[in-house]
């Protein structure tokens, strides 16, 4: 008997649809795709919205993403702009597609310091064969100011068809 096999994206939305709505069900979710992704896991973001090619992620500033300027490390916010891109992107590919990252441009515009927020939108295009598809994240401190913009380019293509091996 075949079985379906059901999308990350779809797995994840299941999960954020049973745990976001609780008190503290955010931060539980959030740890639990830090347990999945171990180096972003130790980033410890919040993601505030997950909806299909829609996604908002929370990074206060501590410690441990601080740089020597006493502001958000570079790279803590190019690896934000990152896991916001591939939860928008993720999110959105049906089961047929994958997805894999081929590249990562950063702009800094601005020292990020406090609770920051990073966003991305994105709508899949049709894949029939190997493409290149770019998602943009923009990152804003909490006075809506610009601090850093991810695009990040994503290899999308089908995802090969299992042989029956007998």
């Known amino acids: 008997?075949?079985?379906?096999?059901?999308?990350?994206?779809?797995?994840?939305?299941?999960?954020?649809?049973?745990?976001?709505?609780?008190?503290?069900?955010?931060?539980?979710?959030?740890?639990?795709?830090g347990w999945k992704i171990p180096y972003t896991g130790g980033l410890g973001a919040t993601i505030v919205t997950l909806e299909p090619g829609h996604v908002k992620v929370q990074l206060r500033e501590r410690q441990s993403v601080r740089n020597h300027l006493q502001s958000i490390h570079a790279i803590a916010l190019a690896n934000l702009g990152e896991l916001t891109t591939g939860l928008a992107l993720v999110g959105a590919i049906p089961e047929s597609i994958r997805g894999i990252l081929v590249g990562l441009n950063v702009s800094y515009t601005k020292k990020a310091r406090g609770t920051i927020e990073s966003e991305a939108k994105c709508e899949i295009p049709e894949v029939y064969e190997p493409m290149d598809y770019r998602v943009d994240a923009k990152i804003r401190d909490s006075s809506g100011d610009i601090v850093a913009e991810v695009y990040a380019h994503w290899r999308l293509g089908p995802v090969p068809e299992k042989q029956d091996i007998k």
């Open 1 to 33: 008997m075949a079985q379906t096999q059901e999308s990350p994206g779809a797995k994840l939305q299941t999960l954020w649809t049973r745990l976001s709505p609780f008190p503290g069900g955010r931060w539980i979710f959030s740890k639990i795709l």
